[in-house]
């Protein structure tokens, strides 16, 4: 079996339910992006802190799930989904991370270390991916998992906290803006 099939060379593709839309439908939009930051969480790992890379792993499972979520309008009850104890392990995590962390008195510069600094990059693109499953869910006839938008809301969050977290566990200064 080949990876390529020639199906999208116009502009089209194919949604879980086979149904044929634009590449640039807000459905693709939301779970392209998804793709992109689970792209850019896998890319951070190994961060080089055992619990942050076993987490960032189960982020990664969670954001497959999203992307066929978001692939599929017409999920069904056997299908995967995002539900609420997906979230909790998210701010549980963080919660684990906030005992650790000094405490946050201003706005910081993203960056850092390498695994800081994209763990950041993956923040970002995270509110992105949020931003595009808003427009998808306001999108007239769509239908979306308002658990899968939660999480991507929190993730984001976690991301900034795991990047913080990192980067002081390698003793490397956060930096506020200087306005």
């Not at 991916?129 to 869910?137: D, G, K, M």
């Amino acid at each position: 079996m080949t990876v390529y099939t020639g199906r999208g060379d116009e502009g089209q593709t194919d949604l879980g339910n086979a149904e044929r839309v634009s590449k640039t439908s807000p459905r693709i939009e939301a779970y392209g992006t998804v793709d992109e930051a689970n792209a850019l969480v896998g890319r951070v790992r190994p961060t080089g802190h055992e619990d942050v890379d076993r987490q960032l792993e189960q982020i990664q499972n969670c954001l497959h799930v999203v992307q066929a979520e978001f692939a599929n309008p017409d999920t069904g009850e056997d299908d995967p989904q995002i539900g609420p104890e997906d979230i909790d392990q998210l701010e549980d995590w963080m919660d684990e991370a906030d005992g650790e962390l000094d405490p946050l008195t201003s706005f910081i510069l993203p960056g850092g270390g390498d695994a800081g600094a994209r763990l950041h990059q993956a923040r970002a693109v995270t509110r992105r991916a949020e931003r595009r499953a808003v427009a998808l869910a306001e999108t007239e006839g769509e239908t979306v998992n308002a658990e899968a938008i939660r999480y991507l809301n929190r993730l984001s969050d976690y991301l900034f906290t795991a990047a913080r977290l990192v980067n002081q566990r390698e003793e490397v200064p956060e930096e506020s803006p200087t306005y």
